[in-house]
């Protein structure tokens, strides 16, 4: 199985970025999607965006696509999530999730067996 941990969080500015790792590691990469998860207080968990490990294939949410987009390092085993242009309602506590890969990108926290700590995002106005 993956483990995986979540860094780069913090306090930033509406307008400002951050950019997001998770470093991940237990098992072989190529055979996993790995996702961005994010919860705000009270709310439910809410997919952002997720990338195939062995292809690079992404797919990030509608209405976070033009502001965020996922990588990855093969070299340091890491997955990232640039966020640009924050805005408050994108403050969460951000969690990287991974699934072994499918045909077709799933977007629901329930199909997502491997789960990081997560990192908090706070965006001030």
């Known amino acids: 199985q993956v483990q995986m941990v979540e860094s780069g969080g913090g306090l930033v500015q509406a307008g400002g970025s951050l950019r997001l790792s998770c470093a991940a590691s237990g098992d072989t990469l190529s055979r996993y999607d790995m996702g961005w998860f994010r919860q705000a207080p009270g709310m439910v968990r809410e997919f952002v965006a997720v990338?195939?490990?062995?292809?690079?294939?992404?797919y990030v949410s509608d209405f976070v696509k033009d502001r965020l987009t996922i990588s990855k390092d093969n070299a340091k085993n890491t997955v990232f999530l640039q966020m640009n242009s924050l805005k408050p309602e994108d403050t969460a506590l951000y969690y990287c999730?991974?699934?072994?890969?499918?045909?077709?990108?799933?977007?629901?926290?329930?199909?997502?067996?491997?789960w990081g700590q997560g990192t908090q995002v706070t965006v001030s106005s």
């Open positions: 999730a991974a699934r072994y890969s499918a045909y077709f990108y799933h977007t629901r926290s329930d199909q997502y067996a491997y």
């Open positions: 990338l195939r490990w062995g292809d690079g294939d992404t």
